[in-house]
Nanobody, 123 residues
Framework: QVQLVESGGGLVQAGGSLRLSCAAS????????MGWFRQAPGKEREFVSV????????SYADSVKGRFTISRDNAKNTVYLQMNSLKPEDTAVYYC????????????????WGQGTQVTVSS
């Protein structure tokens, strides 16, 4: 059974940093893309970033470009999201997910999800 476990969320002041981790178990994701999404209260889930396992090609939402960095450690089956220069509007529950097929920017293209980790940025 596939499991994704996120960690690293918390409360931080605006301008601060956090690093989220997503540890995958149950299968080898060496050929899959891994994505990060977030959902703020009262808002729809939105794409944040994605990384292809092979080659490490990355993509970011415009709202986080230049501030967030996605990376992966294939040996540990873990994906990271380094978040710098955090803003109050980054406050959300952050989820990692395994891409299955279709657009990597759409949550419906992912078939395994973690439980989420809360990120709160105070002003």
């Amino acid at each position: 059974q596939v499991q994704l476990v996120e960690s690293g969320g918390g409360l931080v002041q605006a301008g601060g940093s956090l690093r989220l981790s997503c540890a995958a178990s149950g299968r080898t994701f060496s050929t899959y893309a891994m994505g990060w999404f977030r959902q703020a209260p009262g808002k729809e889930r939105e794409f944040v970033s994605v990384i292809r396992w092979s080659g490490g090609t990355t993509s970011y939402a415009d709202s986080v470009k230049g501030r967030f960095t996605i990376s992966r450690d294939n040996a540990k089956n873990t994906v990271y999201l380094q978040m710098n220069s955090l803003k109050p509007e980054d406050t959300a529950v952050y989820y990692c997910a395994v891409h299955y097929s279709g657009s990597v920017y759409s949550g419906s293209s992912y078939n395994y999800w973690g439980q989420g980790t809360q990120v709160t940025v105070s002003s």
